[in-house]
């Protein structure tokens, strides 16, 4: 069965540098990726989208890259901020009801 | 964006109370909606897949007589933890994909803190 591994250590990062987080899959490759944010105690938010066909999205200080051949997906943060700091989930749609199945997230901490 | 309210926020109980969780979708209506769990430092677990108008469909290894869920209207269901024991302590928390379920994106609850004494 498919499962979606994320680093579990937390990443610790520098005010103003990049944080890159990875996400791999170990089975077959899923037609899109998905990352949220988790704040402590409060329900994921929706980041960004990217699917199969796609090799990179963006958005604001966002980027998202998607590797078929590497089964891996990698999140950027540039320029980051205190303000960044949660836990980020990488997640992939496993069946036409759209519900997802969940990486166990990497903690970002970014520090001034 | 759409809007997913849970409520309440945090409830504690008494070992072999039930307690009710509520999920609704605000500003859209949510055919399909799920609910998930999540213990401390680990990822989201999915339950169960809540559809209205019909019964739920559970993950393997959820006991469906102990988490119950009913789905009565296009904006809200409800998870119903039934004879709650301590193990049954963790983060709940509902989403919906978003009007008519066509966004691919997931819209979350802010979740629900259950102690169980």
């Known amino acids: 069965s498919q499962k979606i591994e994320q680093n579990s250590e937390a990443l610790n990062i520098q005010e103003g540098k990049t944080a890159t987080l990875t996400c791999n899959y170990t089975n077959y490759s899923p037609a899109y990726l998905q990352w949220y944010r988790q ?63 969940f990486g166990a997230g990497t903690q970002v901490v970014v520090t001034p | 964006g759409a809007v997913v309210s849970q409520h309440p ?9 039930s307690v009710k969780i509520e ?20 990822s ?17 290894g959820v006991e469906k007589d102990k988490f119950l869920i009913n789905h009565a209207s296009l904006t809200l269901s409800t ?8 193990e049954d302590s963790s983060f709940y928390i509902c989403s919906a994909r978003g009007p008519r379920d066509r966004s691919e994106k997931l819209f979350f609850g802010s979740g629900t803190q259950l102690s169980v004494l």
Not at chain 1, 61 to 82: C, E, G, M, N
Not at chain 2, 44 to 51: E, G, I, P, R, V
């Open chain 1, 39 to 101: 704040d402590p105690g409060r329900g994921p938010v929706f980041l960004l989208l990217i699917r199969e066909n796609e090799k990179e999205k963006r958005k604001e200080r966002l980027k998202v890259t998607f590797d078929t051949t590497l089964k891996q997906s990698l999140f950027h943060i540039t320029a980051s901020q205190p303000a960044d700091s949660a836990t980020y989930l990488c997640a992939e749609t496993t069946d036409s009801w759209g519900k997802l199945q």
């Open chain 2, 44 to 60: 989201l677990m999915l339950m169960a897949t809540s559809n209205e108008g019909s019964k739920a469909t559970y993950e393997q």
């Open chain 2, 9 to 17: 926020s945090r409830v504690i109980c008494k070992s072999g109370t």
């Open chain 2, 79 to 86: 998870l119903t933890v039934t004879s709650a024991h301590p």
């Open chain 2, 23 to 42: 999920c609704r979708s605000l500003d859209f209506q949510a055919t399909t909606m799920f609910w998930y769990r999540q213990f401390p430092k680990q």
